[in-house]
């Protein structure tokens, strides 16, 4: 429900200045790349497209979600796993299989307060929490039919609500040689943030040069590109695809 008024709300201001918005991106990757605009499309899980790169399949698995508390205690801890496989074609034959797991584990501190009520006083525990720690772990393994080797993509965000811890998230793509590391783009060319949120994007870093990035924001109105530096070979590119098709697929479910 909270989530469902935050995407109207967006929708809303969103409608206001819906203007197409392209963000801040780095010069040298603007000069020696083309945006390729991104096309959804449904299923049991969305299928995202772009330039010549086509998902082939989209298969989302269960969300299985557990919790536990303590009598009398004051701390509820839950998990929550997803599961979910997507198959991508590049430029004939190439093919990648990303299988993806998204872990989410949450822990919610509720204080016991006095409650009032028509002929009744009693301890319960507090609607809203007081205290949140949640770590969010997003994992894909990216093979190829070009060989064996397996890409991981790692996104990992741990916020808290607690003064004493801080909100921290990292994430990149590796085989074990090579690495791109993501980072977060907040605005946009403008030089302007968005109201309602604060990623509009993430760009790839190689040794600290910027050879893709990726355009996708919360608000539906502004709509989702890909730029890959036209110096990478194809093998390369196919990669960088997959990684920014499960960007699409995720982020939203991550926070910012």
């Known amino acids: 429900m909270k989530f469902m008024i935050f995407f109207l709300l967006i929708s809303a201001i969103a409608t206001k200045g819906s203007a197409q918005k392209i963000m801040l991106l ?3 990757l603007k000069a020696n790349s083309e945006a390729l605009p ?3 499309r449904g299923g049991s899980m969305i299928k995202f497209d772009f330039g010549i790169y086509k998902t082939v399949s989209a298969k989302g698995g269960l969300t299985t979600t557990k919790s536990k508390s ?3 205690s004051s701390v509820e801890r839950s998990e929550s ?3 979910s496989s997507v198959v991508i074609t590049g430029n ?3 093919t990648a299989t990303i299988n993806i797991s998204l872990n989410i584990q949450s822990e919610e501190v509720r204080q016991m307060v006095l409650s009032f009520s028509k002929d009744r006083v009693a301890w319960e525990r507090e609607e809203d929490p007081s205290k949140i720690k949640q770590t969010r772990n997003l994992v894909a ?3 190829t039919n070009r060989d064996t080797v397996t890409w991981n993509f790692i996104y990992v965000s741990r916020e808290s609500t607690t003064k004493t811890d801080q909100d921290e998230s990292f994430a990149f793509v ?3 040689n090579k690495r791109f590391d993501i980072k977060k783009v907040t605005v946009w060319d403008n030089g302007k943030s968005p109201t309602l949120y604060s990623v509009v994007g993430f760009e790839f870093y190689s040794d600290g040069v910027v050879v893709a990035a990726v355009q996708n924001p919360m608000d539906t109105f502004q709509k989702k590109f890909v730029w890959l530096k036209n110096d990478l070979d194809e093998y390369m590119k196919l990669i960088l695809a997959s990684a ?4 699409f697929s995720f982020t939203n479910q991550l926070p910012d």
Do not use: R
């Open 244 to 247: 920014s098709s499960v960007l």
């Open 38 to 40: 991104v096309k959804m």
């Open 174 to 176: 590796t085989d074990g």
């Open 81 to 83: 796993k997803q599961k």
């Open 26 to 28: 780095n010069d040298k």
């Open 92 to 94: 004939e034959p190439d």
């Open 141 to 143: 393994l990216i093979t």
């Open 70 to 72: 303590k009598l009398f």
